[in-house]
Each structure stands twice: as C-alpha cells, then as structure tokens.
C-alpha cells in the first residue's frame, strides 16, 4: 500500500538500526500497509516478495537459495511460506553475521508449526503512523523524560485544535493512502477491510461463510473502541438487531484471527509488579489497528463526529464516540513511543469501573508513567481525580502522570500533573 513518494524517518527506524548492528535476524511484524516493506527496504540489498505468486514459486523450491543473496535479505510476507522461518532460524545457529536477515510479516501463522523463533529473530511490532510521525516539527514533551523520573519542564504550543485531530483520524496512519481525501479515501480503506475478509481470512484457512456477519461483528466491536466492554456484549451488539445472535464458537475464531492479522490491537489490564491495588479489573481495552479503520466500519463522517453524534451499535461508553476515538489515536502514538524507550503499555481499571486510568506506561523496573486522555482544551480537577489517586497508591512508584488533550497549551498544573496537548507529545 505504501505509495511511490520519498521516504519519511520512522520512529522504529532508530531501533531498527541498533538491533541491525547486534543481530542477526529482525521480524517486522504488524498490519497491511503500516510501513513494513518501505522501512526494512531502506536497509536491504535483496528483496524476495513473497506474496507475489511467482517469487513464492521460486521459494518453495528453494528455500536455500532464497537467503544465499547479496545481505541483508529482506523476505518480504514471509508468511505466505512459513518454512522461512526455520530456515532463517537455522542459518543464526549456525552463525549468520549480524544484519543477515530482515522478515516482515501481516499475519502470524499460529498453526504452521514454525518454531518461535526466541533467542534467534528478534520482533519488533510496526503500527501505523504515530502522531509525532504525522507531525514531526511539533513534538515539545518527551514520554522518555517523564519515563526518567526528573519530572521534566512542560511546555509548547500547538496549533491542531479538535477539527485537525477529526481529520487525522478519518484519514489513517497507513502511509500509502492517507494523502487521499474524500471518496477515493473511503474507498481504500472500504477496499481494506473488504480484503480482511474476502481474502486474509481465507489466506490463514478460515474462509467466511458469513462475511456480512464477521462485517457486523467487526462493526460492534468498532462501537466498542477504547472500552473494556464484555465479549458477550459485543456479539449482542453484532446481532444487527436479529433475534439470533453469532454463536461464541463463530465469534472466537473472528477475534483469533484478526489478532493474527494485527487488526486486532488491544490494551491489556496492567498488573502492577511493584504495588498492591485491590480489586484490579484486567480485561482489555478495545483498539483496532487504526482508528480510521473503527470510523469506517462505522459510517462516521466529520460533521457527525463534530455534532456528537455515533453511528453504529449502540455500546456502553463514557463520552462521544469522538472521544473514543481521540483516545484510539492517543493510544496507538503512545504504544510507539513506548516501544521506543522499551516499556510497556497497560491501562488501570477497578472491578466495576469505579476507578480507570487510560495508559500506563511501565518501565522495566515496575515504576510508571500515567495517562488520562480527554477530549478537551482545559482539563479541571475532575479530570485528574484518578491520577491523583493513582498517586496517592503509588507514592514515588509513580513516576509523573499526565492529561492528554485536544487543547493547545503543554503546561504543569499547580498540584504537580501536565497537560499536554496530543500533537506535542513525542518519544
């Protein structure tokens, strides 16, 4: 998907390159069109692209010969034949050069019986782009400063107010078609999530006998983006208003293989390692890959999200769908910049939803940074009323905590929690 335009820096480059130079073998893994094969071409001298049948042909009679080539090798797709990865495998044991192999892969192929891979080929996850990949100049607050504990100065200003994060929104992270507008927009992403099920399905051999039903299911679950609602609610809400709802043993296989496709991008309940917190809630926080693909599924336009309005299932949420989907693009930013700075990302929710904190971001000694996101210019005490008893629980543990916003101005409260606006927020 990645159209023929110059490359833009990518803030997995920086990890890329260092991995490059200590190891032998790398996995890009993540979803159609995120940036894969434009990224590890930057670094490669020989390209195999599997999913092109005539390349394919030529791997699967000759694995060999396919990693015997001028290095790096790129195996782009390489799912499309799962034998590459043991092949690649054995080549590290038996002592491949550091930067000898890059893979990149749409789908994980649970059931081909290729070996894991660990301590062999190192994955790094691509997603679509972050906001500070959007707007590169912009960034003025680094989550790897807060992640440092030194509680660091917070300022800048930014000109993006709710309509310019609107667009961003409907307009992707997929670098190949998020220079479109209007109706040829709409019409690759509808081409996108048409593929998902006239083709990645069958691909990893689950073909459809209901597409419009897994449309449907793909849909509630859309409805349900940056909640931790149930399962069960979700596959009422697919129902389409018939009597008879997907059956679980239909439903499961949907979410499995939209998790393989990396569709499928959920938060996780974090579980604190250094602290005790009663009575932790820990089912996931619904995201799809991209925000826009949500937006799509549910018919959203910018006047409509702008009035409030939301399209689509009904489904339990705090808020507009527009908010929602504010904290789908802050979540999916936030993850990159995390990856970054290798920590972890989660988010904090109370048995009944008493208290709920929208991204924790762990460092690998147990110690966080906290993040509310809001769909506001001016967050008051309200909004930071879960911060600040996160904090209170955490003590020195928690390390800063923050309110992400629509608004234009980074500062510091005077009870110590930034703001700061979602476009100045960088790794």
Do not use: C
Not at 110 to 133: C, Y
């Amino acid at each position: 998907m990645e159209a023929p335009t110059a490359y833009a820096h990518r803030i997995l480059d920086d990890e890329l390159d260092e991995l490059i130079e200590a190891l032998p073998a790398i996995a890009l893994e993540g979803a159609k069109g995120v940036g894969k094969t434009a990224t590890a071409s930057q670094r490669a001298r020989t390209i195999h692209r599997l999913d092109d049948e005539r390349e394919r042909a030529v791997a699967i009679a000759d694995l060999a010969r396919l990693l015997a080539a001028p290095m790096p090798v790129l195996v782009d797709e390489w799912q499309y034949v799962p034998p590459v990865w043991d092949t690649v495998r054995r080549a590290v044991d038996d002592g491949a050069a550091a930067g000898s192999f890059l893979l990149t892969g749409s789908a994980s192929p649970r059931d081909s019986g290729t070996h894991s891979g660990g301590g062999r080929i190192v994955s790094l996850r691509m997603r679509p782009l972050s906001l500070a990949e959007r707007f590169p100049v912009t960034a003025t607050v680094s989550l790897g400063a807060f992640l440092s504990g030194a509680r660091p100065e917070v300022d800048g200003r930014t000109d993006a107010v709710l309509a310019d994060y609107t667009d961003e929104i409907l307009r992707s992270g997929f670098p190949g078609i998020r220079g479109l507008r209007d109706r040829p927009l709409r019409l690759q992403l509808d081409g996108y999530l048409a593929r998902i099920v006239d083709r990645d399905f069958p691909e990893l051999g689950h073909p459809v006998r209901n597409p419009s039903g897994l449309r449907r299911w793909m849909t509630a679950y859309a409805a349900a983006t940056a909640t931790a609602t149930s399962f069960e609610k979700v596959r009422d809400a697919a129902a389409g208003g018939d009597d008879a709802k997907p059956a679980r043993s239909t439903v499961q296989p949907y979410r499995d293989v939209l998790e393989r496709l990396f569709i499928l991008d959920e938060v996780p309940g974090w579980k604190p390692s250094r602290n005790h917190i009663a009575e932790l809630a820990l089912p996931p926080k619904h995201h799809l890959a991209d925000p826009a693909l949500a937006a799509r599924l549910l018919g959203a336009t910018k006047d409509a999200l702008l009035k409030g309005e939301a399209p689509g299932p009904v489904m339990p949420r705090d808020g507009t769908l527009l908010g929602a989907l504010f904290e789908s693009l802050v979540t999916l930013s936030v993850r990159t910049y995390a990856q970054a700075t290798e920590a972890s990302v989660g988010h904090l929710r109370t048995h009944r939803g008493a208290r709920e904190v929208d991204l924790i971001v762990e460092r690998g000694d147990g110690r966080v940074v906290a993040f509310e996101v809001k769909l506001t210019a001016a967050p008051n005490d309200d909004d930071v009323r879960h911060l600040t008893w996160l904090g209170d629980r955490l003590g020195e543990d928690l390390l800063d905590a923050a309110v992400i916003t629509s608004g234009s101005d980074a500062y510091r409260r005077p009870d110590g929690i930034a703001v700061v606006p979602a476009a100045l927020l960088g790794p």
